[in-house]
């Protein structure tokens, strides 16, 4: 039952002592909106995977460098897409903690470079374009397959250079994206619609136009290499799936290898090495895709003014984990479009696992 004299104070129109103003009523709402959708602990649960991402990329770079590879150039540039995905996983990682800077005057280095996202989208893009130069080494020891070890070198020079110069200009676009009006204030500069073009052409049409039209040329030549085989003379096959580049043949011509199980182990090889070069290609070619479908996705959506994808949203920060998540899933794409790399961890966890047995049975045997 209402107390009197709460009746009496709605009656005469006075405010009850024990029911809070309306202004009161919005600042707890928005109180309990800001505890419900504080996204610390959130953060927190994200960084595990890219850890063991980054820990994932690394081993693999391990296992590489105890695999044996018959070009240079494809070890090196196996190693160093293992780095740049670690990296990634590793910053992504980074990005989700809270940062001591804002909610102070921000150095102008550290806006342009860190707040920016700027070391970021670099490092993003020395992954796409070292994938760009992985096809491009398929490509080269496929149709140059005569004088490819002997430019080893010159290939391998050029592809880094590659790599860091494209990179470097494909990512200057990203340094206009903040300004400063206020010294120590970072404010995002209003994106317009042929900044977004080049952003779009340079971190996504331009290497995937380029890995896609690299891969078809190589698989054309394996497939022309594939029907070859009937005529009597074969070229030397000196290009499989990576894994033994420039290995010499299993048959050269058909005078030295008159059997007909000779041309379909060729034929094997040739096909078992289009299948591991496609896995790759489409594999990095569906990660970059889906990460700059998500950023135009949310772009459009921010434009509209339904998601908040300004500098240090929330948003932009799960953008940022789903990067380092892709990243982190490259080490499956590698282990299954490289065969070597497949069969050398395959050789070290049974190792591991025959040493394991034997130090068990070891125990048992001491224990009886």
Request: net charge neutral; glycine share 4%; proline share 4%.
């Amino acid at each position: 039952m209402q107390p009197l004299t709460d009746t009496y104070q709605i009656a005469s129109c006075m405010p009850l002592s024990n029911i809070p103003e309306p202004s009161q009523i919005m600042d707890d709402k928005e109180n309990l909106l800001t505890t419900a959708t504080k996204p610390e602990l959130l953060y927190l649960f994200m960084t595990y995977p890219l850890i063991v991402g980054s820990s994932v990329n690394l081993i693999v770079l391990i296992e590489i460098s105890f695999t044996t590879f018959g070009s240079t150039l494809t070890k090196c540039l196996l190693c160093t897409q293992s780095v740049f995905d670690s990296l990634v996983c590793i910053y992504a990682a980074y990005d989700l903690f809270p940062k001591t800077y804002e909610a102070t005057a921000v150095p102008q280095l550290v806006c342009r470079f860190i707040v920016n996202r700027y070391l970021f989208s670099f490092l993003r893009l020395l992954s796409v374009s070292n994938v760009v130069c992985l096809t491009i080494d398929k490509f080269l020891a496929v149709v140059y397959m005569q004088t490819y070890k002997s430019r080893v070198v010159f290939y391998t020079v050029g592809c880094y250079v590659f790599i860091f110069s494209y990179t470097f200009m494909a990512t200057l676009v990203r340094q206009t994206n903040v300004h400063f009006p206020i010294p120590g204030v970072c404010t995002e500069s209003q994106k317009s619609a042929i900044w977004l073009f080049v952003q779009i052409m340079g971190h996504f049409a331009v290497p995937v136009s380029l890995i896609l039209t690299f891969h078809i040329s190589a698989t054309v030549r394996l497939y022309r290499l594939r029907s070859s085989f009937g005529s009597p003379t074969v070229q030397r096959v000196n290009v499989d799936d990576g894994s033994s580049m420039n290995d010499p043949p299993t048959c050269v011509s058909k005078q030295q290898c008159p059997i007909q199980s000779c041309e379909m182990a060729e034929q094997n090889k040739l096909k078992h090495a289009t299948t591991a070069m496609s896995i790759g290609t489409f594999g990095y070619t569906t990660s970059v895709t889906t990460v700059e479908l998500i950023s135009f996705i949310l772009t459009l959506l921010a434009a509209f003014g339904i998601v908040d994808f300004t500098l240090n949203s929330q948003a932009v920060r799960y953008y940022t984990c789903c990067v380092g998540l892709l990243a982190c899933c490259h080490p499956i794409i590698l282990i299954f479009s490289v065969t070597s790399v497949r069969l050398t961890i395959i050789a070290q966890y049974s190792f591991i696992q025959d040493r394991l047995n034997g130090a068990l049975a070891k125990l048992n045997h001491s224990t009886e």
